[in-house]
């Protein structure tokens, strides 16, 4: 498998790199990388923070991966991105600026995963412009489809509902199973 592409230079002020390519089912956004995360170069790094088990018990990965072990959810089909490139630290902390929504579009569009999954709610608010519910979206991009999940992060721990990682997971695999059925067609 060809290795995660990265978006945007090195040395353009981006805290963590995309992990997108083409032929994703699933790619996860946040709304920036926490401090932890900023200071270890990995997603989702902080001790306390839930993804990866959550990723582990909803089914998308074989394995609980270890944060510095991000570049690999591409064996899984699986991307990373966040909304904030440029800035680090708690939602209350960044700019509002720092969300940019049409440079999301812009990779999703582009890269064009089979499903879109918001880590907070904060995240799909600012793409979404309202405040939605946890679950799929009736909203795409392009023809992906939007998930919006609580959030991993310890701050958010008295939201934490593992029900919609675990939805996710389901559909995530109907998603593989009805590609491959699609790729052993021919069909695209």
């Known amino acids: 498998m060809p290795p995660p592409s990265t978006e945007v230079s090195a040395g353009s002020g981006v805290i963590l790199p995309d992990v997108l390519q083409p032929g994703l089912a699933l790619v996860f956004c946040g709304t920036a990388a926490g401090r932890r995360s900023a200071a270890e170069r990995a997603y989702y790094a902080h001790p306390g923070n839930l ?3 959550a990723l582990h018990e909803a089914g998308l990965t074989p394995r609980q991966l270890a944060p510095a072990e991000f570049p690999q ?3 899984y089909r699986i991307g990373l ?3 904030a490139k440029r800035h680090a630290g708690n939602d209350d902390e960044l700019p509002r600026e720092a969300f940019d929504v049409p440079a999301l579009i812009v990779r999703v569009e ?3 995963p089979r499903l879109l999954a918001f880590t907070s709610k ?3 608010r600012a793409v979404l412009g309202r405040s ?3 679950g799929l979206q009736e909203e795409t991009i392009g023809d992906t489809r939007l998930f919006v ?3 991993p992060s310890g701050q958010a721990r008295g939201h934490w509902d593992i029900g919609p990682w675990l939805a996710l997971g389901k559909l995530y695999r109907a998603v593989n199973a009805s590609q ?3 790729a052993e067609r021919g069909v695209t």
Request: net charge positive; hydrophobic share 40%.
């Open 51 to 53: 993804f990866w088990r």
């Open 73 to 75: 959810v591409t064996r």
């Open 81 to 83: 991105t966040d909304l």
């Open 110 to 112: 582009r890269h064009a």
């Open 122 to 124: 904060n995240a799909a």
């Open 132 to 134: 939605p519910e946890y």
């Open 149 to 151: 999940l609580p959030s």
């Open 180 to 182: 491959r059925v699609a």
